[in-house]
């Protein structure tokens, strides 16, 4: 083919031949660019036509993981809807930090390098004998994994956040009908009448193997993701300036050696390291084993199967982790639940059941207005009945009727009256301060409904899809 064309390069056939190659490779090689699908783009978001790229929300992420509970980490990476919930709050935060940045610039504020240092001086972390200590600053950097811009970056932030946020800081005078309003809202207490359904007040026949197997269909027993996991650590004392020098020398040579072929265990033995193997780990359920803090639940989570981390420097010595196996989430077997699907079944059949008589009593009392088995309470916003008849009974209007589902009963509830607290001048001054609290919020809010109109987020969905999602 390639001969013809050079024999015949001077034809008009030759030519478009050519042409259509050419324009082939060529679209092939730069099509992601004219159309501006590069994958090298890795803006996440656009805040007032700010970028924000992937490293920073990835930044930002593992500093907020980092300051949750342990039991806080595992929910999130046992529930899907949480971690999206997480991820999206970390955006918002960013894009919050970016609205200030841009308004201050707006505004003309400066945050100079010099305020930022005396800033740096007065930490008491960075102390030692009461004085700024440049080997303390460089430890407690290293142990925590940041950088002297993080902490310039952070210092800045907050410092323009105060200037930008001044304004709307300042006390205000708390206006007596606002008073009297919450005043009354909080002590007024409800007259409600009140038929109670209890699921345990119906009986159900057994369930068949049929009933289970249907059940099951709709409500499977999910069996959480589990990893086996291994580590090596090199014990140091890292604040310690000549034993951390030498053994950081020592803990390369390791990491050399893994990425050579060696196995944990055996590079471990080579270098007097220690070595570690769990199986079965699930965010619910970790390790005794004090290494796994906050910070390396989210990096062992976030690694594939097969895969060794680089070297980290922990704060008792440098370490590296692999992730042996990764067993998915999946469903139990049907046997091995069907025991608990039985009460399961059993209770969803009573709620049924139960539902049916809220349901007729409730049809009754708005035909004739009357409540059959009813008891007339009255209660607060805090007392005299279960909490799901106290929300509801404050919600509703006065006169109306509504279903209310608990946890092992419904409530058919007519709402009869409502009867306001008596005016006390004390009680009142001692709200003053919550309604001004309550107010100041109100503010805050159309204040930041205002910066997100003038600095508008825009998502990049292919990279937040790809990265994020």
Do not use: C
């Not at 811009?149 to 410092?159: F, P």
């Amino acid at each position: 083919m390639l001969e013809y064309l050079r024999n015949a390069a001077d034809k008009p056939v030759a030519k478009i031949l050519m042409g259509i190659l050419i324009f082939s490779f060529v679209g092939w090689g730069v099509a992601e660019w004219v159309f501006g699908l590069t994958s090298a783009d890795t803006t996440l978001m656009r805040v007032g036509g700010d970028k924000v790229s992937v490293q920073a929300f990835s930044n930002m992420k593992s500093n907020e993981l980092a300051a949750l509970s342990r039991t806080e980490q595992r929910n999130l990476y046992t529930d899907p809807a949480a971690m999206a919930n997480f991820q999206n709050g970390v955006i918002k935060k960013i894009a919050n930090m970016k609205r200030v940045q841009r308004h201050a610039e707006d505004l003309g504020y400066v945050v100079s390098d010099h305020k930022i240092a005396d800033e740096i001086r007065e930490i008491p972390q960075f102390q030692e004998n009461g004085k700024f200590s440049p080997a303390a600053f460089d430890v407690v950097l290293r142990n925590s994994g940041l950088t002297e811009s993080d902490v310039a970056n952070d210092i800045r932030m907050r410092t323009l956040t105060e200037m930008v946020n001044a304004p709307i800081s300042a006390k205000i005078k708390t206006p007596r009908f606002a008073v009297r309003a919450a005043y009354n809202a909080r002590g007024a207490s409800r007259t409600v009448d009140l038929a109670t359904v209890k699921f345990s007040e119906f009986d159900v026949k057994s369930p068949t193997e049929a009933d289970l197997r249907e059940f099951y269909k709709q409500n499977p027993h999910k069996i959480p993701e589990t990893r086996d996991v291994s580590y090596v650590i090199l014990p140091t004392e890292m604040d310690k300036p000549d034993e951390y020098e030498k053994n950081i020398k020592i803990a390369q040579k390791m990491e050399d050696d893994i990425i050579g072929g060696e196995t944990l265990a055996a590079a471990a033995k080579a270098h007097n390291a220690k070595f570690h193997k769990y199986e079965n780990v699930t965010a619910g359920k970790l390790p005794d084993d004090k290494f796994f803090d906050t910070a390396m639940i989210a990096r062992v989570f976030d690694m594939d199967a097969g895969v060794e981390s680089e070297m980290i420097e922990t704060r008792d010595g440098f370490a590296i982790v692999r992730i042996d196996k990764i067993t998915p989430e999946h469903n139990a077997e049907f046997d091995s639940v069907k025991k608990d699907l039985e009460s399961e079944w059993t209770r969803a059949e009573r709620r049924k059941l139960a539902y049916v008589r809220a349901n007729e009593l409730l049809v009754d009392l708005n035909k004739t207005g009357k409540l059959a088995n009813a008891k007339s309470l009255t209660v607060s916003r805090t007392d005299g009945a279960a909490p799901a008849v106290l929300a509801r009974a404050f919600r509703n209007e006065i006169g109306q009727n509504t279903i209310v589902d608990d946890t092992d009963a419904f409530y058919v509830m007519h709402v009869v009256a409502e009867k306001l607290p008596a005016a006390d001048d004390k009680k009142m001054d001692a709200m003053v301060a919550d309604v001004a609290k309550m107010s100041g919020e109100h503010i805050n809010a159309d204040y930041n409904s205002y910066l997100e109109r003038e600095y508008p987020v825009k998502i990049n969905e292919k990279t937040y899809n790809r990265f994020v999602k």
